[in-house]
């Protein structure tokens, strides 16, 4: 993959999760402030966790941190709850929709956890390094 690449995808998951962090803390406290229900507070709850679980990952990401993985667990798993629970709770919508809505957001979630994890791996492999790691390595298997 040529440096343009690399650079494009990098900033592609980066951007991703900055606007996962913005939507999930400003949004989820907004939400929480106008919560009616316990179980609107609690989604406003896994909001708040997906935004904050994404920029633990943003911030791994940028520091090259042996802990990218478990952030970006957390925030696939964190937004997968949110993206089910709220159709049901804010829209009145069946568990179907919730169960759709929860796969779409694990496969796109996935996709942006691949970005990220296949630039973990090129760490190593940065042109210049002439074999020497230019950065710590960080274990994605």
Not at 71 to 83: E, G, N
């Given at each position: 993959?040529?440096?343009?690449?690399?650079?494009?995808?990098?900033?592609?998951?980066?951007?991703i999760?900055?606007?996962?962090?913005?939507?999930?803390?400003?949004?989820?406290?907004?939400?929480?402030?106008g919560?009616?229900?316990?179980?609107?507070?609690i989604?406003?709850?896994?909001?708040?966790?997906?935004?904050?679980?994404?920029?633990?990952?943003?911030?791994?990401?940028?520091?090259?941190?042996?802990?990218?993985?478990?952030?970006?667990?957390?925030?696939?798993?964190?937004?997968?709850?949110?993206?089910?629970?709220?159709?049901?709770?804010?829209?009145?919508?069946?568990?179907?929709?919730?169960?759709?809505?929860?796969?779409?957001?694990?496969?796109?979630?996935?996709?942006?956890?691949?970005?990220?994890l296949?630039?973990?791996?090129?760490?190593?492999?940065?042109?210049?390094?002439?074999?020497?790691?230019?950065?710590?390595?960080?274990?994605?298997?």
């Amino acid at each position: 993959m040529t440096r343009f690449w690399r650079v494009i995808r990098f900033l592609s998951v980066s951007s991703i999760l900055l606007l996962a962090i913005w939507l999930g803390v400003k949004e989820g406290v907004d939400g929480y402030r106008g919560a009616a229900t316990a179980s609107q507070r609690i989604a406003a709850g896994f909001q708040i966790a997906y935004g904050i679980a994404a920029a633990a990952a943003l911030l791994a990401l940028l520091t090259h941190r042996t802990w990218l993985k478990p952030a970006l667990l957390l925030w696939v798993l964190t937004i997968a709850t949110t993206a089910a629970a709220a159709p049901v709770v804010w829209g009145g919508a069946g568990w179907a929709s919730a169960a759709l809505a929860s796969a779409v957001t694990l496969a796109a979630s996935g996709l942006v956890m691949w970005g990220c994890l296949a630039h973990a791996r090129g760490w190593k492999r940065l042109p210049g390094s002439k074999g020497e790691e230019s950065f710590p390595q960080v274990s994605v298997e």
